[in-house]
């Protein structure tokens, strides 16, 4: 089955700098990659996904990469607000059916 | 958008007791839902996907007759912990798939509820 490694596990940055977290996935044939954004005792939210037939998407401060031949995908968070402090989730669907496999989790913090 | 409605949010009780989880897609029919598993400052565990009509499908090592799922309609799945132990406490989060035309962005889309967090005494 699929697996997904996500890192790092924890992300400490100032605020109004980067945050970058990475994921790798096992299948190959694997088409749909989402992030998730947990905030304490919630449900994961929905922050952005992608496609296999893109390589890029962004939405306003967030962006995701897909590198298919690596079998990679990452984050990017740019000018950070301490809201943004959360456990970010990646995961890995394919075309066998809608069955997420998630990451590890990345516990970002964001100082003020 | 899509709301995944998930009740109660938070329950104890004693060992040897049942407890009921609802799952609700409030504005939209979802044939299949998905019930996760999360641990303190774990990730989340798929435990089985709910079809509506249908029995479960449940994924390998979760027990079927101690966590019984019934998907009676296309607006409600439910989860019934039966005998539950401390072991069993857990954040326990459901999900269902928003198809196009629905909220959706597309195929595969999944809105989460809020979960539901269970103390076995």
């Known amino acids: 089955g699929e697996n997904v490694e996500q890192h790092p596990s924890t992300l400490s940055v100032q605020e109004g700098d980067s945050a970058v977290i990475k994921c790798t996935y096992s299948?190959?044939?694997?088409?749909?990659f989402p992030w998730y954004k947990q905030e304490l005792g919630k449900g994961p939210q929905l922050i952005i996904d992608?496609?296999?037939?893109?390589g890029e998407k962004k939405d306003q401060r967030i962006a995701v990469t897909l590198n298919k031949t690596a079998k990679h995908f990452s984050l990017h968070i740019t000018e950070t607000q301490p809201e943004d402090s959360a456990v970010y989730f990646c995961?890995?669907?394919?075309?066998?059916?809608?069955?997420?496999?998630f990451g590890g989790g990345t516990r970002v913090l964001v100082k003020p | 958008g899509a709301v995944v409605s998930q009740h109660p949010s938070r329950v104890i009780c004693k060992s040897g007791t049942s407890v009921k989880i609802e799952c609700r897609s409030l504005?939209?029919?979802?044939?299949?839902m998905f019930w996760y598993r999360q641990f303190p400052k774990q990730s989340l565990m798929l435990m089985a996907t709910?079809?509506?009509?249908?029995?479960?499908?449940?994924e390998q090592g979760v027990e079927k007759d101690k966590f019984l799922i019934n998907h009676a309609s296309l607006t409600l799945s439910t989860l019934t912990v039966t005998s539950a132990h401390p072991e069993d406490s857990s954040f326990y989060i459901c999900?269902?798939?928003?198809?196009?035309?629905?909220?959706?962005?597309?195929?595969?889309?999944?809105?989460f509820g809020a979960g539901s967090r269970l103390t076995v005494l």
């Open positions: 709910s079809n509506e009509g249908s029995k479960a499908t449940y």
């Open positions: 992608i496609r296999s037939n893109v």
């Open positions: 504005d939209f029919q979802a044939t299949t």
């Open positions: 999900s269902a798939r928003v198809g196009p035309g629905q909220g959706g962005s597309g195929a595969n889309v999944l809105t």
């Open positions: 299948d190959s044939a694997s088409n749909y």
């Open positions: 995961a890995a669907s394919g075309a066998a059916g809608n069955k997420l496999t």
